[in-house]
């Protein structure tokens, strides 16, 4: 970070303190930056002054310096994808040695004011979760995820501190899944958006992924985790609601910082699952998504619903509704003959529950019952609009 810094034409290193001069000047990719600094710095110090700066003064290429230094310094160069990396952050494009085999891209957007707000967002949070719709868009195919590039457009006076902080959600999420962060792009906007693209691939030998598509009358339905997490975070946050110190811990973390379901994905294709969908949109309108794919209708019991215990004890009767129709989980739904939801369930340390079935009536109709199998009115738990 602090070489290449130079002052009177000494470059710093180590923790020496030095006699600074009035402007100091430091170097980041092809751009010099002069600042005003008090007459004595350590390197400490300088740090704090790179961090508390505006992104405006650092200048792209400084930004970029300083984002392909974090990324680079944070590199697992152990893990597969970076074994397989020719060149990485700083040319004009990367390059990795593909293997055999079937690929997989994804990309999304998130557009400040319309996917999130940073009073409710902190910056490291929307980080990880810019990462982590996508790699939950991989494991939705049951791939693995293994490069991802980055578009960020900033306003010029956004704090070098702020986007250090979204880079560092990005990069703790990519390590644990062993992603290498690649490349990408700055520029300066109005508002804040980070667009970020994973590739990966597809981890059966054979190159069979999950689908959409594949469902059949006859096949369970089932989903990870627990629901309506997300949005009763959402919602906690933008009303500024108040509950007990776990519920808040759990919505919270439900709606900033979801866990993709990598690992669990890889294991549906391995033991024969053909059909999967990542729950973004909300339960009902996903499970639509592959029923109009398919050429198939589903059976769903409400009372099988997993709803996040935090949503249950805190959102009273709308509970349902969040879990129905919230979105943004991101947990796993599946669809898969009663013999290999079984072998699922066994091998999956997360919850598996079966919500119903898929049936043979009209392409993408959903009906959904109570325990006793009765009609549940779509008006009462607030999906009719996914449903029409
Ligand atoms: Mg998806």
């Known amino acids: ?8 034409n000494k470059t710093l290193n180590g923790n020496d303190t030095f006699l600074m001069p009035q402007f100091y000047h430091f170097q980041y990719g092809r751009q010099w930056v002069s600042l005003a600094t008090p007459p004595a710095l350590s390197p400490y110090a300088l740090r704090a002054i790179i961090f508390t700066m505006k992104v405006s003064a650092l200048g792209e290429f400084g930004l970029i310096g300083l984002l392909a230094e974090m990324i680079s310094g944070a590199q697992d160069k152990g893990a597969a994808s970076y074994r397989k990396l020719v060149i990485g952050i700083g040319d004009d494009a990367a390059a990795w040695k593909c293997d055999a085999g079937t690929q997989l891209v994804t990309t999304d957007s998130l557009f400040q004011d319309v996917h999130f707000r940073l009073e409710t967002t902190p910056w490291y949070e929307l980080g990880w979760k810019s990462l982590a719709v996508n790699l939950s868009d991989i494991a939705a195919m049951g791939g693995a995820p293994e490069y991802a590039v980055i578009s960020l457009a900033v306003p010029p006076d956004t704090e070098v501190e702020d986007v250090r902080a979204l880079y560092q959600g990005m990069i703790d999420l990519a390590q644990r899944f062993g992603v290498a962060i690649i490349g ?12 970020v693209t994973v590739l990966g691939s597809a981890k059966d030998k054979d190159g069979k992924v999950l689908t959409r598509s594949a469902a059949r009358p006859g096949d369970k339905i089932a989903v990870t985790g627990a629901l309506g997490g997300a949005s009763a975070g959402m919602e906690m946050l933008d009303k500024k609601l108040k509950f007990d110190a776990e519920s808040e811990g759990q919505l919270r973390k439900a709606f900033l910082q979801p866990e993709p379901r990598v690992a669990e994905g890889q294991c549906m294709v ?21 029923c109009d794919s398919s050429k198939v209708g589903a059976r769903v019991e409400a009372d099988r619903i997993p709803v996040a215990s935090a949503v249950r004890s805190n959102f009273a009767e709308r509970a349902l509704e969040l ?36 049936v043979a009536g009209e392409p993408g109709s959903i009906v959904m019952v109570d325990a006793r199998g009765g009609p549940v009115r779509p008006g009462k738990v607030g999906w009719e609009h996914f449903n029409e």
């Open 1 to 8: 970070m602090l070489s290449g810094l130079s002052a009177n």
């Open 184 to 195: 990408g792009d700055t520029c300066r906007a109005p508002l804040v958006s980070i667009t």
């Open 270 to 290: 391995r033991l024969g699952v053909k059909t999967a969908i990542d729950i973004s949109d909300g339960l009902m309108s996903d499970l639509k998504h592959v």
């Open 323 to 358: 879990a129905l129709a919230g979105g943004e989980d991101y947990e796993l739904l599946f669809t898969a003959s009663g013999e290999i939801l079984d072998k699922v369930k066994a091998e999956l340390a997360c919850p598996v529950t079966v919500i119903g079935e898929i």
